[in-house]
């Protein structure tokens, strides 16, 4: 099993930056490919960003794609979600997730931890 807490969340101004963290509890982090997701009031939690279990592969929703990065560090046991160009359609509550034997996915369906998400508000 794997715990994920999540924090970095806040208020910032559209235009502004962000950086998520997420630390993961257990010694076989790098067994598990990560992701986020966000999530607002009455819409499905959306796919935003994944990452290979080696870290060398990254994927993007279009709606972040060249603002947001994904990264992790295996020997920290951490993965971070550098949001940049926030938008005031970026604000939702994120979540960090982690799919065992799985190096990404678009999907929720491998993903079978998830942390209990962090608040991203951003103002226009």
């Known amino acids: 099993q794997v715990q994920l807490v999540e924090s970095g969340g806040g208020l910032v101004q559209g235009g502004g930056s962000l950086r998520l963290s997420c630390a993961a509890s257990?010694?076989?982090?790098?067994?598990?490919?990560m992701g986020w997701f966000r999530q607002t009031p009455g819409k499905e939690r959306e796919f935003v960003a994944g990452i290979s279990r080696s870290g060398r592969t990254t994927v993007y929703a279009d709606s972040v794609k060249g603002r947001f990065t994904i990264s992790r560090d295996n020997a920290k046991n951490t993965v971070s979600l550098q949001m940049n160009s926030l938008k005031p359609e970026d604000t939702a509550v994120y979540f960090c997730?982690?799919?065992?034997?799985?190096?990404?996915?678009?999907?929720?369906?491998?993903?079978?931890?998830w942390g209990q998400g962090t608040q991203v508000t951003v103002s226009s």
């Open positions: 257990g010694r076989t982090f790098s067994r598990y490919g």
């Open positions: 997730a982690a799919a065992e034997g799985s190096d990404y996915s678009y999907s929720r369906t491998p993903y079978t931890y």
